[in-house]
């Protein structure tokens, strides 16, 4: 259980940084 929940929480780090980075690509594009 906690090694699953350990992966989840990774994934959602993973999923988070690549919205902020395509985020951040947008806004320095304008």
Do not use: C, F, R
């Not at 902020?20 to 947008?26: P, R």
């Amino acid at each position: 259980l906690v090694s699953d929940y350990d992966s989840i929480l990774k994934e959602n780090e993973k999923l988070k940084s690549e919205v902020v980075g395509s985020l951040t690509e947008k806004l320095q594009a304008k």
